[in-house]
């Protein structure tokens, strides 16, 4: 299938690991210029490089605060300055403390409220001008399989990735008119340091090692195990690429139907 990303410029937050980056790994395959946003200098050049050695499609960085609304917006403009246009967004971002309600005070609740949800809005608010101004673009936004299910001990998580559901669906029905597809996304157990930190916590509590818990975890899961960033990064890429022209306003998991939703 010909996705339609060559010289296409896509920029993906928080994608210098996890699943950030496995979203980069698959853009640069498919010829796109990806320009990856995120704090770490270092991490920004490992994961270039890295890159680079594998598809010899080099992706830019642009250094900045994901909760800092004038870093967002230095970003786009340094894109559209040097690229001139932007045709997808890729919405990532860490995931805040895990807890439980009683655990966290309105700090903790306006923390992950700026990390989790009003990133991505001021992210969308900085690139929709150009998009529409091209007249198309996509906008994923990663959230996670609580949007379908709600998982024990992440309340800030549950609370805000659900938010992230509300904004995608109603931006796709307001962004129709300019050929502007919006979706979400929600992993479910893929392998990445987030998972392997959550599961840590859980495998503590029952006297485990983490591979002894996520070994007996994946029993639960129909296909039988966690999967892999390879995967997740396969449908973004997908969604943010021409090749869908239809499918927007979705909420799509990647999680080996482990969540039983209707």
């Known amino acids: 299938m010909h996705l339609g990303l060559e010289n296409k410029t896509v920029l993906v937050m928080a994608g210098t690991s996890g ?18 946003f995120g704090r770490n200098e270092e991490k920004f050049k490992k994961a270039s490089n890295n890159i680079y050695d594998i598809t010899k499609n080099k992706p830019d960085y642009f250094i900045g ?16 300055e040097k690229y001139r246009q932007i045709f997808a967004l890729f919405n990532n971002t860490g995931g805040p403390p895990a807890g439980k309600f009683e655990d966290f005070n ?14 991505y809005i001021r992210t969308i608010r900085a690139v929709l001008p150009h998009m529409k101004k091209n007249g198309s673009g996509r ?51 893929i392998s990445t340091e987030r998972v392997n930190y959550l ?32 995967e997740f990064a396969k449908l973004v890429v997908f969604l943010c690429s021409e090749a869908n022209s239809y499918i927007t306003g979705q909420s799509i998991l990647v999680d ?3 969540t039983d939703c209707y």
């Open 199 to 230: 599961d840590s916590i859980k495998a503590k509590k029952e006297g485990l090692s983490l591979e002894e818990f996520q070994s007996k975890n994946a029993k639960n899961i129909p296909l039988g195990r966690y999967g892999n960033a390879e």
């Open 139 to 189: 906008i994923v936004n990663n959230a996670s399989s609580s949007i379908k299910r709600v998982i024990d001990n992440l309340i800030l998580s549950n609370t805000f990735r659900t938010a992230i559901m509300g904004l995608s669906k109603s931006l796709s029905r307001e962004l129709g008119i300019y050929n502007i597809l919006v979706n979400t996304v929600g992993a479910g157990k």
């Open 19 to 36: 699943l950030g980056y496995a979203v980069v790994l698959e853009f640069a395959k498919e010829g796109a210029n990806v320009v990856i």
């Open 256 to 258: 080996g139907a482990l």
């Open 106 to 119: 309105d700090e903790d609740w306006l923390n992950a409220f700026n990390l989790t949800l009003l990133s």
């Open 65 to 80: 605060d994901i909760t800092n609304p004038d870093d967002i917006q230095l970003a786009v403009n340094y894109i559209v």
